[in-house]
T-cell receptor, first 115, second 115 residues
Framework: DSGVTQTPKHLITATGQRVTLRCSPR?????VYWYQQSLDQGLQFLIH???????AKGNILERFSAQQFPDLHSELNLSSLELGDSALYFC??????????????FGPGTRLTVL | QQQVKQSPQSLIVQKGGISIINCAYE??????FPWYQQFPGKGPALLIA?????SEKKEGRFTISFNKSAKQFSLHIMDSQPGDSATYFC??????????????FGKGTLLTVNP
């Protein structure tokens, strides 16, 4: 158990809908990263928040947004969902900026299925 | 542009054998190289990591070998066990300087250890 929690574990929805994925980092970790894992693209970085502020964006669609709240939990919002958005979504947390400064610990993921 | 190339895609090893997974990177700014292990239905779990100031790091049966000049690093699993059967991902990030410490992942290697 990494100490990172994600809810829900599974999410099934229809095209065009909007969903919110939630992540609680390990106690004391200030950084939250979101990743998308799909069969064709593998694990792809989406966005990084540090202590409530957005720090970096990766391959994140404009239909997707995220935020980190004062209690450090984070939410990833996915809107106007398309079939291709079906994937596993992971969040990871670390104490610092990560990289050599701190390992990233992954949550169990949310499996999103768009029908 | 795939910045971290991982091979092989899949690997079958007999119990007690050595499993070797290779990765090559392009971005010379990378200075942190972790390996993650992922079991079905679980999030990636950090296995071992290395920085480029050393050529080898060993933790139990797991060893990372690093060749800075060739921009390559590999994971060796000695005395492979059926419980090691999982998908292994190499990754790279910038651990110092800059503002983006995202992990860039290889495509993964599905390791099967036969009893």
């Amino acid at each position: 158990d990494s100490g990172v929690t994600q809810t829900p574990k599974h999410l099934i929805t229809a095209t065009g809908q909007r969903v919110t994925l939630r992540c609680s980092p390990r106690s004391g970790d200030l950084s939250v990263y979101w990743y998308q894992q799909s069969l064709d693209q593998g694990l792809q970085f989406l966005i990084h928040y540090y202590n409530g502020e957005e720090r970096a964006k990766g391959n994140i669609l404009e239909r997707f947004s995220a935020q980190q709240f004062p209690d450090l939990h984070s939410e990833l919002n996915l809107s106007s969902l398309e079939l291709g958005d079906s994937a596993l979504y992971f969040c990871a947390s670390s104490v610092l900026w990560s990289g050599a400064g701190g390992e990233q610990f992954f949550g169990p993921g949310t499996r999103l299925t768009v029908l | 542009q795939q910045q971290v190339k991982q091979s092989p895609q899949s690997l079958i090893v007999q119990k007690g054998g050595i499993s070797i997974i290779n990765c090559a990177y392009e971005n010379t700014a990378f200075d942190y190289f972790p390996w993650y292990q992922q079991f079905p239905g679980k999030g990636p779990a950090l296995l071992i990591a290395i920085r480029p100031d050393v050529s080898e790091k060993k933790e139990g049966r797991f060893t990372i070998s690093f060749n800075k000049s060739a921009k390559q690093f590999s994971l060796h699993i000695m005395d492979s066990q059926p419980g090691d059967s999982a998908t292994y991902f190499c990754a790279a990030s910038r651990g110092s300087g800059g503002s983006n410490y995202k992990l860039t992942f290889g495509k993964g290697t599905l390791l099967t250890v036969n009893p």
